[in-house]
């Protein structure tokens, strides 16, 4: 039953009415006399008038994403701090020929630990969020954030540096639950994938500005460890003072039956865009919330997250978060330096840049961002997600056959050809890794969004914690063979992602819901025709 249709007493609940291309119904309204609408008519302007139009919005979603900068710097400088001569002399011990060296112990309990604390954060954040809204989640972020950087700063034992990077952990993982749901709820449908995604070149800032960072410290200053831990203040002070001007979901007021906040926080997102009928957008965001209860029946709970209809979203968001795990995302962004270190590259901290910013014959994260920012809402998102997961497993296995060419041996054409391919597998990936964001956001319904989202992530940091331990000691023990393994356990994910990832370019929520609700393959969501688009094109004709 699709949310425009609820009200047709001939249907059983549950019943889904099979809307035929063309056919017109004619448009309900309520007692009232608001229309029974769940598409804005803004979703007919372009990509670039939709920026235009809602620009307010897209600074509000630029200022959410500051906090990624912190993630990209905190993912970063957990690898690369480890080679650097002073944090060695501080945190490491001397073994048996007295040379110092980092308990390996420690170094994996530092890598696991930000996984543990996102798993920290996901017992509570739901319910959180729910009570006190989204902009309460990003200050309790702030506050997880700065209490790491002060341990990190002041930290003497290795102890005091687990507990910053557990802190770190934390604030981190609320960033990944909530920014994206955020967004969802505030952007308009034909800029929303983009926007979502836009919060990776934050991080990849945060990332390049690390590596930059190490790169100049340990040729000038060996010793000096502490002077990327001071800069980390500066982006946790810009989310404060961002953050302070960021109005609430509507979405969530409106979950609560709070109509006055949550027309307030329209006029604050949406003020000054003319034609904007904020009794009519309200309605919509009302009426798909209402009618996702309704088809559940009772209240929506952690349960429901694996009923029904909602089990296979919630699979679907949960496949593509496990999947940037199996397809390297361990020697991508924790472990780089390491494996071109391994790779027997002569500055592995240039190959680790080279990855993240510019390589002259190839392509790096920043420019997939960037690519998939512009491309998403205008090209969509399936076949791009899929192709690169393809070449994904492709790269991976490649990459490991260099092995033998004798990469990692001094062979100059077979080692150049290995960083022309981690650049290729590089940018595949961060595509990837980034559809995980976007549907997180897009797939659950509205009101399991931030329930799904934790859900789905524990799946990734429980990952996350296992190849923080085991991926050292697949690259000591196999060298870049170790691609092999990852190659194998992407080919499943693959296959199963050709299956059911959607696309969902400039669907509503109302329109994604009763997609599934209807089980339309995911292959033929882009050539489907839905009864909100039909309801909603006889209401702007009728209009006009």
Known sequence: MSLLDKDNQTQPKGAHLEVIPNEMSEPKHDDNGIVNVAKSKFDDLSVGQTLWTFHRVVLVSLAVYTGFVCEGFELKIGNNILANKGFIK????????????????WVSTWTSLLNVGQIITFLYIPWYSDRFGRKACFYLSWLWLAVGCVFLNVAQTPSVWALGKLCNGAGVGILQVTCQIYVMEICPNKIRGGMITFQAVWSNIGNITCNVMMQELNKRHPLNYTLPLRI????VVLMMFFWAFVPESPWHHTRRGNKEKAMKSLRQLYGGVEGYDFEQEYDIIAKTIQHEKEFMEEEPGFLHVFKGVN???????MLLSVCSQFGGLSVVLSY???????????DPFLGTLILSMFPSPSCCNLLAVFLWSMTTDTFGRRNFINVCETATCCFLSITGSL??????????PASNALLVLCCLWSFMFQVVNMSYAVMSAELPSAVLRVKTAPVTFFAQSILGISFGYATPRMLLALNIKACFIFGALSVPCCILMWLYVPETKGRSAAEIDELYERK???????????????HSLALFTEKE
Do not use: C, M, N
């Not at 780089?336 to 002569?346: K, N, Q, W």
């Not at 092995?403 to 100059?412: D, I, L, R």
């Open 90 to 105: 501080q945190f490491g011990t001397r073994g048996g020929k007295g040379v110092e060296a980092l308990d390996p112990t």
């Open 520 to 534: 339309i393959p995911a292959w033929k969501w882009s050539k489907t025709r839905t009864s909100v688009e039909d």
């Open 336 to 346: 780089s330096t390491y494996f071109f270190d391994l790779a027997g590259l002569s």
């Open 311 to 317: 089990l296979k979203r919630t699979l679907t968001v």
């Open 403 to 412: 092995w033998w060419a004798g990469a990692t041996s001094g062979h100059v």
């Open 232 to 235: 980390l203040i500066a982006p």
